[in-house]
């Protein structure tokens, strides 16, 4: 049986001293992080969708909210990806993240029957637990319907089973998310407060993916959001609090043929400014394309392009149950400022093979500058950072 080997990783952080890295490509890109050798046996379930007859992501159509909170059936692939840092009530730190997928099939669209499965919905679901020495995870993959699982349009409102996330109007002019995961051996009951409107990347929302605009999403984040809720591990429940960073994308062609994989990281910096940036990489493993969005703690923004952007590893880990390789530690380069990540638990490798097909390393960092370091998800220009996600992408 052949083992995929690791690409460049591809990152997600929450709030501004440590990091949070999560794996976003895996339905649309491919299905586990690898960096060069062979693509895993199976095709992830994102490469199976109808990308003729979904609707296709074209600059210069702006987002509309709330309605674009919900969800966007007539595209191809969609999620919402929730993650931050979390710390209990013993001051113990904890890494979360709760992904909802959303991936129109294209089969058998004109059959009435609610059994058709026309839209699949996936979730992934993890508690990162450095004292414990590891990562908590689950996966579930449902057909939309049926009363088991659906995505809600109009507002954020993705279920599957007991699984959930939703937003509510709240006082802040971004609302309220709240995240309720019923695992096995682990669980979570979190709300999300967003004290600022989302902040749309790319050009205004439209966010390129190659040189190509055909390769592109609609892209919106939610940094610098409020964490307050429970964490349950081993039937043993625990109040925390925290930091967190939200995404939601949808797209139909989502990366250009000539890409293999990617590194993507969100900032939460301690000055209440934000920073996304993504690396695209080709199968070689050079850059093939990256941007990037910072917002200021004013509101102010500035997008970066290819050239401004550079994510280099620095330590690498390997799998003792895949044999994959992943670059766990990075400087990550935004222009002329500098961050080291570094993570707290080597071993966060999330195995979803049984739902989307990937295999990726997801999981809690510290992230310090140049100019300092400290406890967060993210850090910026004279900033520390706070607590994050990293994740790491594989080729096609």
Known sequence: ???????????????????WLVLLGALAAC????????????????????????????????????????????????WWYLTGWLTTAQHQPLGFQI??????????????????ARQLLIAHAAISDPAHGRLWQDQRIRRAGLGLAQADGGDTHVWMDDWSLQRHDGSGPGGVYVAQVNADDFGFDLTATADSPPMLNGDAGFSQKAPQTRSASYYYSQPQLRVRGSVTRDGRREPVTGQAWLDHEWASQYLDPAAAGWDWVGLNLDDGSAIMAFEIRDRHGQAY???GTLRDARGRSQVFGPGDIAFTPTRRWRSPRTGVIYPVAEQLRIGTRVWQLQPLLDDQEFDATLTSGAIYWEGAVTAASSTGAGTGAGAGAGADAKPGVKAVAAPL
């Open 289 to 291: 394309w990256a941007a």
């Open 99 to 116: 992904t909802f997928f959303r991936v129109r099939t294209g089969l058998d669209e004109a059959n009435p029957s609610a059994f058709a």
């Open 1 to 19: 049986m052949s083992v995929p080997q690791p690409a460049r990783p591809a990152r997600l952080a929450g709030p501004a001293t440590r990091a």
């Open 31 to 78: 299905g586990c992080l690898a960096a060069a050798a062979e693509p895993p046996a199976s095709a992830p379930i994102g490469q199976t969708l109808s990308q003729s007859s979904s609707a296709p992501v074209l600059a210069g159509v702006p987002l509309q909210f709330p309605r674009d909170y919900g969800s966007h059936p007539q595209f191809g692939i969609e």
